[in-house]
């Protein structure tokens, strides 16, 4: 099975790159070998012949994608347009990785599958469209949702906080956004296990549990022993962020229960394990913060 990756430096493609190595020859496309906003891209990624694409890259700073609504739709909904299209011209399946931001958090409850999307943001609104054309052009796909996503590897919340508290920064958290933290190694598992059973269709994936992003960011403090009271909780009307995000957006994996498949571990012990990954990483570099 031939299967090229999107976005193979994104926190989320280095890992992918990692778990699919054992389930066919990999072919990793960073942004300079493969951009999506290309006119030529589909050619380029049908000429790669693959089984499978699995695309990864995308626009992900919502506050950007919100003051760039042109940038955040070229990337996320014509590029992944693109991407489809060269499936279409391949044969190939697509496995498109999708967020809990299509939805706008008002239900206060999980989200499956079923739910209508309603998403707040531009960024929100430019990954459905993905989805779409995900569904309209692919031969078959698979459209994962997931959330709030870090790893050893890239720019992400763990990895802010840790390199605040080591400047000695006061953290300042917002409490009233409730999503479900997800390592990224953990979902690039489920992305190779999906693909290794064959199976299809929309599923959300995300770590066990939720929690808001100030106890997220408590959860950091306390497992690398930082001082928790450099920590204090705002609201998000204090923050004033260019873009709104959901109150609750946390992801039921009913669709991937129903399949038969394990549940991923709970947020804090898979938090737990990124950190111990995490200091691995840096004794091999001389770094704190990676
Ligand atoms: N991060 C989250 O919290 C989160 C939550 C839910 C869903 N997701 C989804 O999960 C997937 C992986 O996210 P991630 O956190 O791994 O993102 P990431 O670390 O920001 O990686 C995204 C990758 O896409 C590349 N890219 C950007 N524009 C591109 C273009 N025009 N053509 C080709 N490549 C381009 C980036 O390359 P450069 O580094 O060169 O810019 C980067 O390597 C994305 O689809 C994202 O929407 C993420």
Redesign the pocket.
Known sequence: MRIVI????????VELVRALAGHGEVTG????D????NPGCADCLAGLRPDWVV???????VDKCERDPEGAM???AE?TRRVAEGCRRAGAGLVY?????VFDGQEGRPYTEEDAPAPLNVYGRS?LEGERATRSLAPRWVII??????GTH???FVKTVLGKVRDGERLQVVDDQVGSP?Y?RDLADAVALLLSRGLTGLYHVTSGGACSWYEFAREILRLSGSDLNSLSRITSAELNRPARRPAYSVLENAAWRAAGLAPLRAWPEALAAMLAALRTVNSSTGRLVN
């Open positions: 999107t976005g193979a430096e994104g926190q989320l493609g496309c960073t942004q300079a493969l951009d999506v906003t695309h990864a890259a995308a626009a992900t700073d070229a990337v996320n590029g990785l999708s967020t809990d931001y990954k949702r997931t959330a709030w996503l870090y890239g720019r992400n997800t990224a």
